[in-house]
């Protein structure tokens, strides 16, 4: 009936569930990080652009999308809210600091007195070098101080 090509629209129609699963491979990666559009995606936590390497971090839970931050405390805010923050399975990702590249997030140490965007202020290296405090520690301290103000809408200030 419609092989004026030589293809038949059953074989059409065979093709069509492998064609949809080649290209649902096609996204994203299931483990590790994703690459980010610097300057063109959105914090998860407070809607800022993320566009600066050294600061960013991304999570992901087992089998989901990466989330993506503009600055390694927000993540950490975000990742609390949780109900997989505990999970070893999930994955935290941060920018090294002075290089850019992706590290690990729980095996990272952080030096405070850095100015990240969202004045969390903290940076991310692979060392324990002189300062650096491990992630427990850095966790620990960005729970206790919660978002900056830079992250708060005019309602979440208020009660």
């Given at each position: 009936?419609?092989?004026?090509?030589?293809?038949?629209?059953?074989f059409?129609?065979?093709?069509?569930?492998?064609?949809?699963l080649?290209?649902?491979?096609?996204?994203?990666?299931?483990?590790?990080?994703?690459?980010?559009r610097?300057?063109?995606?959105?914090?998860?936590?407070?809607?800022?652009?993320v566009d600066?390497?050294?600061?960013?971090?991304?999570?992901?839970?087992?089998?989901?999308?990466?989330?993506?931050?503009?600055?390694?405390?927000?993540?950490?805010?975000?990742l609390?809210?949780?109900?997989?923050?505990?999970?070893?399975?999930?994955?935290?990702?941060?920018?090294?600091?002075?290089?850019?590249v992706?590290?690990?997030?729980?095996m990272?140490?952080?030096?405070?007195?850095?100015k990240?965007?969202?004045?969390?202020?903290?940076?991310?290296?692979?060392?324990?070098?002189?300062?650096?405090?491990?992630?427990?520690?850095?966790?620990?301290?960005?729970?206790?101080?919660g978002?900056?103000?830079r992250?708060?809408?005019?309602t979440?200030?208020?009660?």
């Open positions: 009936m419609c092989n004026r090509e030589g293809v038949s629209r059953r059409f129609i065979g093709l069509a569930p492998g064609l949809v080649t290209l649902a491979g096609c996204g994203e990666d299931r483990t590790g990080p994703v690459s980010v610097w300057g063109k995606e959105y914090c998860e936590y407070c809607g800022m652009i600066d390497p050294r600061y960013a971090a991304q999570v992901r839970a087992k089998g989901g999308r990466a989330k993506k931050f503009d600055d390694l405390g927000d993540a950490v805010l975000w609390a809210r949780q109900p997989f923050a505990e999970d070893p399975a999930t994955e935290f990702w941060v920018g090294d600091c002075e290089k850019g992706w590290l690990d997030g729980r990272a140490w952080y030096l405070e007195g850095r990240s965007p969202m004045g969390h202020n903290f940076g991310a290296v692979p060392d324990g070098r002189a300062g650096a405090v491990d992630f427990a520690a850095f966790r620990r301290t960005i729970l206790e101080r978002s900056t103000s992250c708060e809408t005019p979440q200030g208020s009660t």
